[in-house]
C-alpha cells in the first residue's frame, strides 16, 4: 500500500506560480512512477505531468509544456510540479498519482486525495 498527500494548492493570478508537493510513504517510493493528474469542475480526469523511477524520463500534456515541472526527490520521498505562468484554464483539483509502469494514462494505481488549484483571470 502507498498513501499520497498532496499539499501547496491554493487560489493565484493568472501569470503566476504554484508549486504543489506531495508525499509518498507506505512502500519503497523509488520503486514507482510518479505523476499529477487534474479534474476540472464538469471534466474528466487528465494527465498532466509524470517521472520516472529515478528522475531521467519526463512527460508533459502538451497543455502545459513548458509551464510546468515535474520532479521527484528519492530521499524524502517526495514528487512536486512547479507550475509558471498559470491561465484560469489550469483551475483543477489536482491529484499526485503512483504505479509501477510510467505512462501518460490515467490509470494510475495509487492516488492522493487531490489538492485544489484556482487560477483567476
Known amino acids: 500500500q502507498v498513501q499520497l498527500m498532496e499539499s501547496g494548492g491554493g487560489l493565484v493570478q493568472a501569470g503566476g506560480s504554484l508549486r504543489l508537493s506531495c508525499a509518498a510513504s507506505g512502500h519503497t517510493f523509488s520503486n514507482f512512477a510518479m505523476a499529477w493528474h487534474r479534474q476540472a469542475p464538469g471534466k474528466e480526469r487528465e494527465f498532466v505531468a509524470a517521472?520516472?523511477?529515478?528522475?531521467?524520463?519526463?512527460y508533459y500534456a502538451d497543455s502545459v509544456k513548458g509551464r510546468f515541472t515535474i520532479s521527484r526527490d528519492n530521499a524524502k520521498n517526495t514528487v512536486s510540479l512547479e507550475m509558471n505562468s498559470l491561465k484560469p484554464e489550469d483551475t483543477a483539483v489536482y491529484y499526485c498519482?503512483?504505479?509501477?509502469?510510467?505512462?501518460?494514462?490515467?490509470?494510475?494505481?495509487?492516488w492522493g486525495q487531490g489538492t485544489q488549484v484556482t487560477v483567476s483571470s
Open positions: 517521472i520516472g523511477w529515478n528522475g531521467v524520463q519526463e
Open positions: 498519482a503512483a504505479d509501477a509502469v510510467l505512462s501518460t494514462r490515467t490509470n494510475y494505481y495509487y
